[in-house]
């Protein structure tokens, strides 16, 4: 078997599809995009796929990872890694149907029936966040993410802290105390006040912290531990086992959450799951992409023993009229039920795309970005 043609989507929100074919009629569907940098992604993965990969055989998956990893005097970084990553996914699709077998199978099997996920919420103030809060709980979800704050300076007033504070406060006594809280600082926030603001959440006993600082920071991780009972997590700016191997070494996290779409995909996420079991840390894969991604994430889930949660924005209790899941034949694949989905059990990553659609969808004009923001007094802010 040879792969002989392949196919990149960019659709709605902010995905890049890719399908890859093979001279026996299998397909295989991954998701390779860098958020804010779709076309520079879609430009890597045709540069991999024309100058390596048309021709190969696509069962030998790690001799490829192998080849597109270390056949270049540069590797490394979100962009090639992602590319990589999404290559990868589709490769082990197409290895699936092979076999006839889901992925989780021909990654050893399962090590649990199922996984946790978690909802989303969002809102500009303490009462907004509240009910965004009781409305997943009453669509299902037992665990929840949030924003700890916006933009804040590097060294800011009591009042934000407090406002801060205010936001997980609501959450908390709407929901009580059996539901699982999540906490994002998104990296906004500096070595200095994460310290402070860390204290302040506490009462309210999150889950765990997440991106308290920025990776180029995490030599501070220690002393924000220090001040902290709050499990910390961190890891989606992460993008190989060598970049995850200092954080592991050096016990800077609790939880690690590689993206299967931006950390060399299936094949490397699953290593980087297997180190940290090693150091005793858990594992909550990162996901906020499309359904491809999220698969992909459930299938090393089912397989990883130290996965304790997964995280996902497709609002994947509604799948009916969701135009999230609507890329899906079958839109109910993930069987959410109490705030678990399950991995999809038919072969290769076991969802079917609705290729018309994709190809509808794929007119649209995209091309997402961020938004840029900044101070009071001009400079720029982290997003």
């Not at 078997?1 to 989507?9: A, K, P, Q, S, W």
């Not at 796929?49 to 192998?66: A, S, T």
């Not at 802290?161 to 406060?169: D, H, P, S």
């Not at 007119?363 to 009071?376: G, K, L, R, T």
Request: glycine share 8%; charged share 25%.
């Amino acid at each position: 078997m040879e792969v002989t043609n392949y196919e990149l989507f960019e659709v709605p929100p902010r995905w890049v599809f890719l399908k890859l074919e093979t001279d026996e009629g299998l397909t295989g569907w991954g998701e390779p995009i860098v958020e804010g940098h779709a076309k520079t992604t879609i430009a890597a993965v045709e540069e991999i796929l024309d100058n390596y990969l048309i021709g190969k055989d696509p069962l030998e998956i790690e001799r490829h990872w192998q080849a597109m990893y270390r056949g270049r005097h540069f590797r490394g970084g979100p962009i090639l890694m992602s590319s990589m990553a999404g290559i990868d996914q589709a490769l082990w699709d197409i290895k699936g149907k092979h076999y006839g077998a889901p992925v989780y199978d021909l990654l050893g099997g399962r090590a649990r029936d199922r996984i946790l996920t978690y909802q989303w919420i969002g809102g500009d103030t303490p009462e907004e966040i509240r009910e965004a809060a009781a409305a997943a709980v009453d669509d299902g979800y037992t665990a929840l993410k949030m924003a700890a704050n916006s933009q804040v300076r590097r060294i800011d007033s009591p009042g934000v802290v407090e406002r801060i504070r205010e936001r997980l406060a609501a959450v908390r006594d709407e929901v009580g105390d059996d539901i699982d809280i999540a906490v994002d600082f998104r990296g906004r926030i500096t070595s200095g006040m994460a310290k402070w603001v860390a204290s302040k959440l506490d009462p309210y006993d999150p889950m765990f912290y997440e991106e308290p600082v920025l990776p180029e920071h995490f030599d501070a991780l220690p002393r924000i531990e220090s001040h902290t009972k709050t499990p910390l997590a961190s890891g989606e700016r992460l993008y190989s086992r060598w970049e995850f191997q200092q954080t592991l070494a050096n016990g800077l996290v609790d939880i690690v959450q590689p993206d299967p779409s931006h950390a060399g995909g299936i094949t490397e996420v699953k290593k980087i799951a297997g180190a940290a079991e090693a150091v005793d840390v858990a594992v909550a894969l990162h996901c906020a992409l499309g359904p491809i991604a999220f698969a992909s994430c459930l299938h090393i889930d089912a397989t990883t023993s130290n996965a304790f949660v997964q995280s996902q924005n497709l609002d994947i209790h509604n799948p009916e009229q969701n135009d999230l899941l609507a890329y899906l034949i079958d839109p109910d694949i993930f069987g959410f039920q109490s705030g678990y989905v399950d991995a999809p059990d038919e072969p290769g990553l076991g969802i079917e795309i609705d290729e018309s659609f994709v190809r509808e969808q794929a007119d649209a004009q995209v091309d997402w970005q961020n938004p840029i923001w900044y101070h009071d007094d001009g400079s720029i802010a982290e997003w």
